[in-house]
């Protein structure tokens, strides 16, 4: 079965680090890229940055570039997200999903991670 | 910035119903336009790819139309495990794959 099961919740404080991860099953993992999704609560989806897992490359949606980073061990089929200093606002559920090979859709999603920055 | 506007936001319709969501991008977008559906506490579902292919295991109620800038999500005869958020999706504009504000579909 080709799935991406992610990391469980998490609970932080403002300024402090946090890495969740993805891991990928069921398919060539370094085949397809691996996108990140946040959504908030009540809202819609807003997509966060992409990696391609074959060579470690990533690109970021310029509202979260600067703000978060996204790699990739493509020896454990693992692919993450990462902050440094969280902020209030970075609450929210966070999803990875895998790009289609046609590139016209995510075709697979993780279950997500639900990120709770609170002091 | 591509920008996707769905109409309506909010639809109340009933078991059998036929409805239709519409998505409008900013610019054109040929058809690299994506439908998902979201139930409360679950990853979105694809859908539709492509603005017309209907993904595996996907009901044929359910069917997309449309390219450049105009798109429909169609549900034939609407279901009750049908009412759910759907959301569509722009790739065209790579990497910033932007998706609309939603369509909440309610029962009457």
């Known amino acids: 079965e080709v799935q991406l099961v992610q990391s469980g919740a998490e609970v932080k404080k403002p300024e402090e680090s946090l890495r969740i991860s993805c891991r990928g099953s069921g398919y060539s993992f370094t085949t397809y890229w691996i996108t990140w999704v946040r959504q908030m609560p009540g809202k819609g989806p807003e997509w966060m940055g992409r990696?391609?897992?074959?060579?470690?490359?990533?690109n970021y949606n310029p509202s979260f570039q600067g703000h978060v980073s996204i790699s990739v061990d493509k020896s454990i089929t693992t692919a993450y997200l990462q902050w440094s200093s969280l902020r209030a606002s970075d609450t929210a559920m966070y999803y990875c999903?895998?790009?289609?090979?046609?590139?016209?859709?995510?075709?697979?999603w993780g279950q997500g991670t639900m990120v709770t920055v609170s002091s | 910035d591509i920008l996707l506007t769905q109409s309506p936001s909010f639809l109340s319709a009933s078991v059998g119903d036929r409805v239709t969501i519409t998505c409008r991008a900013s610019?054109?977008?040929?058809?690299?336009l994506a439908w998902y559906q979201q139930k409360p506490g679950k990853a979105p579902k694809l859908l539709i790819s492509a603005a017309s292919t209907l993904q595996s295991g996907v009901p044929s109620r359910f069917s997309g139309s449309g390219s450049g800038t105009e798109f429909t999500l169609t549900i034939s005869s609407l279901q009750p495990e049908d009412f759910a958020t759907y959301y569509c999706?722009?790739?065209?504009?790579?990497?910033?794959?932007?998706f609309g504000q939603g369509t909440k579909l309610e029962i009457k």
């Open positions: 990696i391609d897992p074959s060579d470690s490359y990533a």
């Open positions: 999706q722009q790739l065209n504009s790579y990497p910033q794959y932007t």
């Open positions: 610019q054109g977008i040929s058809s690299y």
């Open positions: 999903a895998r790009l289609a090979a046609s590139r016209r859709a995510f075709d697979i």
